[in-house]
């Protein structure tokens, strides 16, 4: 069989003999892969003039309802990927996190259309005065960089390393060109095929490379963007390529890193938080045959705790079956290859010289299935570094397999010291019921991690575990993590627009954002708002209500309804040494009677108040004070039918700005109403 790349709508065969896939159980050949003769100039010209193109005059709402299709899609042929998966060695559980944990962070992200507007450009923070009048403002917009993202992902999972990437690339409205380790690039490719062949995704915004991609930054510019997954040498040796640093070239490294564990002082055997520990560290040695860039590489253990530890997880470890993963009772499969089961032996040789080996079946462990000689099995390997501040091998080198070292420690700051010893990690996990040494760990500790998961009793029945980034959380870590990020929700999507800072009047802004800035014209509305449909509202129609004197009548009132009997409200002997002069209106009320000026009460496009935004009370209404309010479109924000049945509808956000007889400002918020389209398909 031959891996093919998928290069300008076609699948393409590499040229020459490419390079000899097998299957890790068997250590059968079952391709072949090269890319040979691939253009990688067009591949990346053809993403950015014709994937880049389609995919930037599409809003965020109609980018995420693409990528929400893709994932219902694959998620409906999910069982296909399954058989081709074991063939990298996976067990059911590993194959589930790659195949249905990728397609889960596609839904993820489909999910964050809802947090952006129905826009091609995204409008970024506050607005920022710039003037003493108001007519000069700024503020920033975020749009698509006009390049491609270079995903460079790592062999240990073929689908997840993928989808969890171009999940953000295409919400953000940018094509991507995705190179997968060629060890395992069969199941990518397989995946890839579905997803061309379903058609959902824009001509040019997905291609593959399934051989070698030597030369591809030569091709990459400044609007491009490039993502590498992998160890540390080879993304130092991308990140310093000419053309990345000449073209100023955005670059984001995610590389394995020695991953810390932490057993709090609190957690003694017969704890629930031991067993806890134990679990989750025996865990992370196997799921993936300890081939995750998340894995526990350094069990952090108090000394008077070792000997407990290191003999429960030697007997947890002792019942892991290995062998073919589509047998009953096998728990761990074998690395992707035999290469990658050659480079663990050189890295455990090295750890091995100044450390007690606690747990090793060496060759005499026994598989169920599969062939011991031909497949790449490795048995599970426990150590122990006496003294974790003199022998350093532990902080320096990573057997990317089942390999992990137990330290001891004594006293949380040494903990801390000792995880700080790796210069950086993906994350940290610390096991404790103590809140106290929680906290300590994790503002002691967070500036070398890029995630801490705190486990105990209370989280743990739902808890996703120490190796499991989230697509609404940040990935990566500083250091030897290599210092970049992926996911983390809306701040992904981000790294892959551009922010530009945009000055001019309030007005002007207005209509560039097309969300109302404070200071902007308004246009008075001859008809009532809440009697216009979703689609007749535009950015700053305005309605000026009528207005109200308030009294003490009302504020006794309020009171009375509210059951708020501040004294600032209710008794005018206890203001002095305040701000206040006489008794002042609750800022509910003021609120609360806005709301009565503006709302027009018959039925009509209205459906209900969605909710309240920016609530601010910025000047004492007295009794005698005269309000009224100005009632503006800010925003629309249209929403997508749940069904057939549901009612066509859309979120407008009015700005609600409450004013005295003077013309100043006593009261500013936003409120959300849910309004009726004209439109019902």
Known sequence: MVIKNYFKGEWVAGEGKGTPLYNAITGEEIAVAGSKGIDFGEMLDYAREIGGYQLRKMTFHERGNMIKALALHLHKIRNSFYALSYATGATKIDSWIDIEGGIGNLFAYASLRKQFPNETYYVDGDMAPLSKGGSFIGHHIMVPKEGVAVHINAYNFPIWGMLEKIAVNLLAGMPAVVKPATVTCFLTELMVKEIIKSKILPEGSLQLISGSARGILDHVDMQDVVTFTGSATTGK???????????????????????????????????????????EVRKEMTVKAGQKCTAIRRIIVPEKLVDDVQKALSASLAKTSIGDPQLEGVRMGALAGQSQRDEVMEQLSILKKNATVLYDAHDDFEITGGDKKKGAFVSPVLLLNEKPFENMACHEVEAFGPVSTILPYNGIEEAIAIAKLGKGSLVSSITTYDDKIAKEYVLGAASYHGRILVLNRDCAKESTGHGSPMPLLTHGGPGHAGGGEEMGGIRGVKHYMQRTAIQGSPTTLSAITNVYQTGGKQKES???????????????????????????????????????????????????????????????????????????????????????????????????????????????????????????????????????ETGETVAIATILTMVKKLDQS
């Open 526 to 660: 001859e008809v009532h708002l809440f009697r216009k449909h979703f689609e007749e509202l535009n950015i700053g129609d305005t309605i000026i209500t009528a207005k109200h004197t308030v009294t003490e009548t009302d504020i006794t009132n309020f009171a009375n309804v509210s059951g708020d009997n501040f004294y600032a409200h209710m008794d005018a002997t206890s203001l002095e040494g305040t701000i206040f002069e006489q008794r002042v209106a609750h800022g509910y009320f003021v609120l609360s009677k806005a709301a009565g000026l503006f709302v027009d009460a018959k039925k009509g496009p209205v459906l209900l108040n969605y909710g309240l935004e920016d609530c601010r009370f910025t000047k004492p209404v007295y009794p005698g004070t005269t309000i009224g309010v100005k009632f503006t479109v800010k925003e629309k924000v249209s929403q997508d039918k749940r069904d057939e049945e549901d009612i066509a509808k859309g979120i407008v956000k009015f700005l609600v700005d409450v004013y005295d």
């Open 237 to 279: 040796m991308l990140k310093a390529h000419a053309n990345i640093i000449d073209r100023a070239v955005p670059f984001n490294m995610e590389a394995d890193s020695l991953n810390a564990a932490i057993l709090g002082e609190d957690a003694i055997a017969g704890t629930q938080e031991f067993d806890l520990f134990i679990k």
